[in-house]
């Protein structure tokens, strides 16, 4: 089974399409892209025939309905050279965290994104850790979110006996699952939204957080408030640090110093956004991860390692 990783525009789908390539053995075409004077984009796989499985790399980045939109000329573009199959990994998935309808009248966007890649003609969708798990049944055909957690603090070299805490009830599972596999303890802190304003309230509740470090484990930084909450109180309480870890870190100006302002150490991110630098941000190349995902679903079989 043939396969070709195509990525879209721009340096963070480059990057994680050529990580994502050494990992399993495969050539990496990049596309030619521009901009009409207008502002509409275009896109080319530079290729006069795909043979096999194409594996559209691109992820949802700022601006982000272009690039959802690059998504699908590059899903029409490579059934266009013949490719058989094709699967696109979105290492963010842009719009993830409208996944209900919270206000009568909004959509559910994360169902509409999902269904016009798979009507351009994507029969499987991988993501890294996507908001709600359950956002994914919207896609007809298969999909998938990859979990990075375990593997990017084995990276950053995460030891034992840490307190994993996820910043609200509904992220339990990503504390628990770092917390088993690492060995240490997990619990959760109790996290209100107001849904108009956005104003975010990090409850009291019992944690024991005195002289532990801290990994506070979220899917997603956006304005750094949430996890910047969290840290102050699990400081207040007597944690000895505290380190911040998400899959996706948003470029919003201003988080990452909201988190180090509120005592996190550390932040740890996933490279599926372009990340400014930062000497407090660690940035974990997850592709290994997905390129093992792709494996073992049986979406293309690893050549050449
Ligand atoms: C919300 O449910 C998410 O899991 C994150 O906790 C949230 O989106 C983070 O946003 P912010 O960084 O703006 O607090």
């Known amino acids: 089974m043939s396969a070709t990783i195509v990525h879209g525009p721009g340096e963070a789908s ?55 939109l690059e998504v699908l000329m590059l899903v029409d573009a490579a059934r266009g050279l013949g490719a058989s199959r094709v699967t696109v990994v979105a290492p963010y998935t842009a719009y993830a965290r409208q996944d209900t309808r919270f206000l009568s009248g909004e959509p559910v966007t994360v169902s509409a994104v999902l269904k016009s890649i798979y009507a351009a003609g994507a029969s499987s969708y991988f993501t890294v850790e996507i908001h709600k798990e359950y956002s994914l049944r919207h896609f007809p055909g298969r999909a998938y979110s990859v979990r990075p957690f375990t ?30 596999s690492l060995g240490g303890d997990y619990d959760y802190l109790v996290k209100r939204r107001d849904r108009r304003t956005g104003e975010i309230s990090i409850e009291p509740k019992e944690i024991n957080a005195s002289g532990r470090e801290v990994v506070i484990v979220d899917d997603i930084i956006s304005t750094g408030g949430t996890a910047a909450r969290a840290a102050r109180s699990l400081l207040e309480a007597g944690a000895r640090s505290v380190t911040v870890m998400a899959a996706h870190l948003l470029d919003i100006p201003g988080n990452v110093e909201r988190l180090i302002e509120a005592g996190a150490d550390e ?29 073992r679903q049986g979406v293309i079989n690893r050549i050449n390692t």
């Open 151 to 180: 593997y990017m603090a084995r990276q950053v070299g995460l030891g034992r006996g840490l307190l994993f805490l996820a910043p609200d009830m509904g992220a339990l599972s990503r504390a628990r699952e770092l917390a088993s």
């Open 267 to 295: 932040v740890v991110v996933a490279n599926t956004l372009p990340v400014r630098s930062h000497p407090r941000v660690r940035i974990v190349d997850v592709a290994p991860r997905v390129g093992d995902e792709l494996v």
């Open 14 to 68: 480059k990057g994680f399409a050529e990580g994502l390539g050494r990992s399993l053995g495969l050539d990496v075409v990049g596309c030619e892209s521009k901009l009409f004077p207008d502002g509409e984009a275009y896109v080319r796989i530079p290729q006069d025939r795909l043979e096999g499985t194409a594996v559209i790399v691109h992820t949802m980045a700022r601006p982000q309905d272009r690039s959802l």
